[in-house]
C-alpha cells in the first residue's frame, strides 16, 4: 500500500448489522429509523424528539467547559443580551476566548454566573472529550464528510444568542435546565446591522416548544430559530455538519491539484501580429489559458483524490500528541481528532490519501468505517498496511489498545 493518486481496486461491504441498523427505529429520532429520518426530514423540516437520549446529563461540568474556553487552541464566545427601555430586542455584544475564569473584568473575563442573560459558547468539543466524541458518533447516518462538531453552550437564566439562522442542519440537545425554541420558515433573513452578532431584524416564529434534558430539536438549513434559557442555568449541545461553499469547495481543489500537476507547456505565439493596442490581452492567450484549466480538471480520479484529501483535512486548530506507548500489531483505534474516509478509488487519512488492492483496501474501508479494527485484523494485514498503521500511531492518528477496551 502507498500514497497515490492513482486507480485503487479494493471493496469493502458493511456488515449485515450495519445495513440492519438503518432499518430499526431509534428514540434518537422520535421512532423514525435512520433511513425514514433522512428521506422524510434530512434538509427538508424540522423534527422535536421528545426523550432523544432519556437520562441525558451533561457529559462535562461547567467547570470542565470553561477551563476548556481557556484555552487558545478552542474556539470560545459569549454573547451577552442588554436590554434596552428605548429597543424591547435590546443591544447584543460579542466577545472572543480565550478567556481567563480567574479575571474579573476585561476582555477575557466571563460575565458574573448570576448575571442573567448571557452566553458562554465552546465549538468543537468532540476533539477534546471521548464522551463528546462518542455521543457524536450516533450521527454517523450521516456521512463522516458532512459531520463537524459538537458545540456546547452554557447560558445563564435567559440567556441565548439572539433570533437567527444557520446555513448548515443542527440538532439542538438539551443536556440541563430547560430552554425555550421559536423556531419559523421565513423568507426575510435580513439581519441588524449595528450588531456583530447575525441577529434577524424581523423574526417571525411559527412554532414553539420548551426543551428539557433528553428532549432533541433538529432543524434544517435556513429554518430561523431563538432559543432562550428558562428557569436558571442551560446547557445545549449543537451538533452541527459541514456545509462545503461550491467556490470555496472548487478554489481548494483546483489549487491542491495545481500543486501536483506537471505540465511545463510554455505559451508561444509565434504568429501574433504588431498590435496598436499594446494594452489588450490576447485571445490566444485566454484559449491557452483556458486549454491549461481543462486539462487540470480533465483527470477525475485527480480530482476525486483531491477532494478526499479536502474533506479529511484536519481543522487549523487541531494537532495530535506522540503516542504514549510503543507500537505492537494489536488491536487499533482512530484518535478522536482524526478524519477517515474512502470512495471507491481511494482511502483517505487526515488530508492524505492511499492507494490499496483487494485486502488491504478493505481492511482500510473497514478501519474509517468502524474507527477499529481487533487484534486480529491487524496481526492477519500486509506489511505495508501494518507499516502504514504504525506510521499512523507514530503520528497519533490512532492509537493502540486491548481488545477488551
Known sequence: ???????????????????????????????????????RHWQRKPLLVRQAIPG?????????????????????????????????????????GPFDPNARRGAAALPPRRRPGWTLLVQGVDLHDDAVHALMQRFRFVPDVRLDDVMISWASDGGGVGPHYDSYDVFLLQAQGRRRWR????????????????????????????????????????????????????????????????????????????????DDVLYRDAGQPATAQPAR???????????????????????ACALGEVMT???????????????????????????????????????????????????LQRLADERALPAAAVRRASASVQHALQQWHEAGWLHVTDDAD
Open 281 to 303: 490581452v490576447p485571445t490566444a492567450l485566454l484559449a491557452f489559458a483556458l486549454e491549461g484549466v481543462h486539462r487540470l480538471l480533465a483527470d477525475q480520479r485527480a480530482l
Open 56 to 96: 441525558f446529563a451533561p457529559l462535562l461540568s461547567r467547570e470542565a467547559l470553561v477551563a476548556l474556553a481557556a484555552r487558545d487552541d478552542v474556539e470560545s464566545r459569549v454573547i451577552e443580551q442588554h436590554p434596552q427601555a428605548a429597543d424591547p430586542a435590546g443591544a447584543w455584544t460579542l466577545r472572543h
Open 183 to 262: 423556531i419559523g420558515r421565513q423568507r426575510d433573513l435580513s439581519l441588524r446591522p449595528d450588531l456583530l452578532c447575525k441577529i434577524l431584524q424581523r423574526f417571525e416564529p411559527q412554532h414553539e416548544w420548551v426543551l428539557e434534558p433528553g428532549d432533541m430539536l433538529y432543524l434544517p438549513p435556513r429554518w430561523a430559530h431563538d432559543g432562550v434559557a428558562e428557569g436558571g442555568e442551560c446547557m445545549t449541545y449543537s451538533i452541527g455538519f459541514r456545509v462545503p461553499q461550491r467556490g470555496g469547495l472548487a478554489a481548494e481543489l483546483v489549487q491542491r491539484l495545481a500543486d501536483e500537476w506537471d
Open 1 to 39: 500500500m502507498k500514497s497515490s493518486n492513482r486507480r485503487t481496486t479494493a471493496g469493502h461491504t458493511p456488515g449485515a448489522g450495519a445495513h440492519a441498523a438503518l432499518d430499526t427505529p431509534t428514540p434518537l429520532l422520535g421512532g423514525l429509523t435512520p433511513r425514514q429520518f433522512m428521506r
Open 313 to 363: 483535512e484536519p481543522k487549523p486548530r487541531v494537532w495530535f500528541d506522540p503516542p504514549a506507548q510503543a507500537w505492537r500489531p494489536s488491536a487499533v483505534v482512530l484518535d478522536r481528532r482524526t478524519r477517515m474516509a474512502y470512495d471507491d478509488e481511494h482511502v483517505f487519512i487526515n488530508g492524505e490519501s492511499y492507494r490499496a488492492r483487494g485486502r488491504d483496501a478493505a481492511l
